[in-house]
C-alpha cells in the first residue's frame, strides 16, 4: 500500500493522505436495495473493496466481485435479492473468478439456508460483518471451498465510519448513519432480530464524520437511525437534540435532515431544536402505520391515534409550515373495513405532503406472522390503491398551494426531468433540488451548480415535484 495526497480535496489534503493499493484488483458492482441505511452500508462496503483495489462500477459485466446488499423489511424486496443474485449463477459459469456475495438484512435472517437457493454464491454476510469483508474476500481467493457464511452479530464495524478519503465527492447530501437497531419491537418488523438491539455511535465519531464531509464539499447530511429521538439516551451520552446542537455548529454544512422519528419518543426539546436551530431542516418523517387503535395496539406502536394527532398538532403550532412525511401499512392482520376508514381520516386530518405505503407482507420472525386475521392480497391491493390515490390528491393540492411562492433550494445536480415540453436546443441545463421542507423543484438554470442556495419562484406543480424558474442571483 502506498499514499497519495487527495488532489481533489484541499481540507483533506493538508490533513490526510488517500490510501490507496498498489494495483487495481478489479472492479466491485454494488447493488442496494432498501432503505437509506443500506445505502449508506453500501457506501461502506463501496470504501472497503476500494481500499482492497477494487474500484466501484456500475457495468456488470466489467464486475470481479458482485455484492448485494439486501432487505428482508418486505417479501417483494427479498425476492428481488434472491432474484438478482440467482443471475450470477451464468455470469459465474462465463467468469469463473467472480466472487457474488449477499449482504445486509436477508442474509443475517436467512444465514446457511440461502446457500439451498443459491449454491454459486460465495459468501453471506449479515449486517454486522461488513469489516471483517477483505478477510472474507481472502479466504474465498485462497480456497475453492464451499460458500462461506458470517452472520456473527458481534457489532465490530459500528463504531468505525466509511473510509472517507476513498469515497466518491460528487455529492452535496450525504446519509449519516448515527444509530443501529431497535428496542421497539413492532410485531410486524424485523428490524430488531437483523440489525439487533439499538446502539447509538459517540457523538465524537458522528462529528467527526460530517466535519470531514463538510471539508470535501458536503452541504447536506441525512442523519439515519431506527428511533432518532432515542439516540444516546440507552449510553446516557447525549441526547438528539444535544448531538443536532453540536452539528448545526458545523461549518460548511447547510442544512440537516433525519430519519426516523417515533411518534412515541417525539420530544419537545426535539420539536425545539427543529424551530430554534438554523440549519436542521422545517420537516419531519413521523411513521403512523395506521389511524386506527385497534390496528396500532396489535402493531405495538406503543402510542394511540389521538396522542399522534396531538403529537401533529403540537409540531405545526411552533413550527408552522412543516414538511410532514409518514409510513402506513394497510391490511395488516385484521383489519377491518372501519380500522382502514379511520387511517384514511387520518390522512385526510393531518394532510401528509407525501407517505410511503406498503401492503403488509408478514415476515419471520416477526410476531404477526402469527396473527389471526390475514386479508387476501386483492383486498390489500385494492385498500392500497384507494389510500394512495387519496394521498396523491393532497400531495398535488399542497404542491399547488406553493405556485408562486419563493422557496430557497439547495441544488443537487442536474434534473433528468423535462416537464416544460421546450425543444432540448432552446433549453439552459435543466437543475434540480430541493425545499428545506424537502420538496423536489426543477428549473432551468446556468452557471448553477450543485451545492448552490438558489430562490426559485413556483410556477408549475405536479404530483411528486415543482417546477420554477430563478428568481435572483445565486445566494454563494
Ligand atoms: S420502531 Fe418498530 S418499525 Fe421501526 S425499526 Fe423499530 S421495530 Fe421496526
Not at 417515533?262 to 431542516?281: G, M, R, T
Request: aromatic residues 6%; hydrophobic residues 35%; positive net charge.
Amino acid at each position: 500500500m502506498k499514499t497519495v495526497p487527495d488532489a481533489k480535496n484541499p481540507i483533506l489534503k493538508s490533513h490526510k493522505m488517500k490510501t490507496v493499493p498498489d494495483t487495481k484488483k478489479g472492479f466491485a458492482y454494488i447493488y442496494t436495495i432498501g432503505c437509506q441505511m443500506n445505502s449508506y452500508d453500501s457506501e461502506k462496503l463501496a470504501a472497503i473493496t476500494g481500499s482492497m483495489g477494487y474500484e466501484r462500477t456500475d457495468d456488470l459485466d466489467r464486475a470481479d466481485i458482485v455484492i448485494c446488499n439486501t432487505c428482508s423489511i418486505r417479501e417483494k424486496a427479498q425476492e428481488k435479492a434472491y432474484s438478482f443474485l440467482g443471475t450470477l449463477a451464468s455470469r459465474k459459469r462465463k467468469k469463473p473468478g467472480l466472487i457474488a456475495i449477499m449482504a445486509g438484512c436477508v442474509a443475517q435472517q436467512e444465514g446457511e439456508r440461502v446457500f439451498r437457493r443459491l449454491p454459486h454464491l460465495d459468501i453471506v454476510m449479515g449486517t454486522q460483518a461488513f469489516e471483517r469483508l477483505p478477510t472474507l474476500i481472502s479466504r474465498v481467493l485462497s480456497s475453492k471451498g464451499a460458500g462461506i457464511t458470517d452472520i456473527d452479530p458481534s457489532p465490530a464495524i459500528f463504531e468505525s465510519r466509511p473510509d472517507l478519503s476513498t469515497m466518491a465527492r460528487d455529492k452535496i447530501s450525504r446519509f449519516v448513519t448515527i444509530m443501529q437497531g431497535c428496542d421497539n419491537f413492532c410485531t410486524y418488523c424485523v428490524v430488531p432480530h437483523v440489525r439487533g438491539r439499538e446502539r447509538s455511535r459517540t457523538p465524537e465519531s458522528i462529528v467527526e464524520e460530517i466535519s470531514t464531509l463538510a471539508g470535501s464539499g458536503v452541504k447536506e447530511v441525512t442523519l439515519l437511525g431506527q428511533n432518532v429521538n432515542s439516540y444516546g439516551q440507552k449510553e446516557g451520552i447525549c441526547s438528539f437534540p444535544e448531538l443536532l446542537k453540536r452539528i448545526d455548529s458545523i461549518q460548511g454544512i447547510e442544512r440537516i435532515r433525519f430519519a426516523t422519528s417515533h411518534p412515541k419518543d417525539l420530544s419537545d426539546e426535539l420539536i425545539s431544536a427543529v424551530l430554534n436551530l438554523k440549519k436542521v431542516c422545517n420537516q419531519l418523517h413521523l411513521p403512523v402505520q395506521s389511524g386506527s387503535n385497534a390496528i396500532l395496539k396489535k402493531m405495538n406502536r406503543g402510542y394511540t391515534r389521538e396522542q399522534y394527532l396531538g403529537r401533529i398538532s403540537m409540531l405545526r403550532h411552533h413550527c408552522p409550515g412543516i414538511g410532514l412525511s409518514s409510513d402506513m401499512i394497510v391490511g395488516f392482520p385484521s383489519e377491518t373495513r372501519e380500522d382502514f376508514e379511520q387511517t384514511l381520516d387520518l390522512i385526510r386530518t393531518v394532510r401528509f405532503d407525501g407517505i410511503f405505503a406498503f401492503a403488509y407482507s408478514s415476515r419471520p420472525n416477526a410476531p404477526a406472522r402469527g396473527f389471526k386475521g390475514a386479508l387476501d392480497e386483492s383486498e390489500k391491493m385494492a385498500r392500497l390503491n384507494e389510500l394512495l390515490d387519496l394521498q396523491e390528491s393532497i400531495t398535488r393540492e399542497l404542491n399547488e398551494g406553493r405556485v408562486g411562492e419563493v422557496e430557497t433550494i439547495l441544488v443537487e445536480g442536474k434534473s433528468l426531468r423535462k416537464r416544460d415540453g421546450s425543444k432540448d436546443e432552446e433549453k439552459l441545463p435543466q437543475m434540480t433540488g430541493r425545499t428545506e421542507t424537502g420538496k423536489i423543484v426543477h428549473f432551468h438554470g446556468e452557471n448553477i451548480k450543485p451545492g448552490n442556495m438558489v430562490k426559485i419562484k413556483i410556477t408549475n406543480a405536479y404530483p411528486h415535484s415543482l417546477w420554477g424558474n430563478l428568481f435572483d442571483d445565486p445566494l454563494e
